[in-house]
């Protein structure tokens, strides 16, 4: 499932995957909420905490993600993936010279300095 992060800077659009995550976690959460924050900022400040396995993401929702990064291929801004898979990080920073805007893994003891990257751009030192 991917829920809303409380607590993020408004021009952030901000999730948590946890356990199974499906289509309809996407078409239902992910989407409402980037269109909402592009129509308002113009750009797209995207953080998506992984407290699942890339596993546990069926294979329409791995569709879904492909669809939700072409259609707003001009608005990214930056993209901060949360997670401690190595395989994760390391394809995030590979995938960042492909995408325009720019694309950063955390490791999830730094979801703090994630969410102040995404935000404006600088880490907090925590």
Do not use: H
């Amino acid at each position: 499932m991917i829920a809303i992060l409380p607590n993020i800077p408004n021009n952030v659009a901000a999730f948590e995957a946890s356990g199974t995550v499906t289509e309809t976690d996407f078409e239902n959460v992910v989407f409402p909420t980037v269109k909402q924050k592009v129509k308002v900022y113009k750009e797209l400040n995207y953080l998506l905490y992984l407290n699942t396995g890339i596993e546990d993401f069926t294979f329409k929702a791995w569709l879904q993600d492909l669809l939700l990064g072409i259609k707003n291929l001009t608005k990214w801004n930056r993209c901060a993936i949360v997670t401690d898979n190595n395989k994760v990080q390391n394809f995030t920073e590979i995938f960042s010279v492909l995408m325009p805007g720019e694309f950063k893994s955390f490791p999830k003891d730094k979801l703090e300095s994630a969410i102040s990257w995404c935000a404006n751009g600088e880490e907090k030192n925590i």
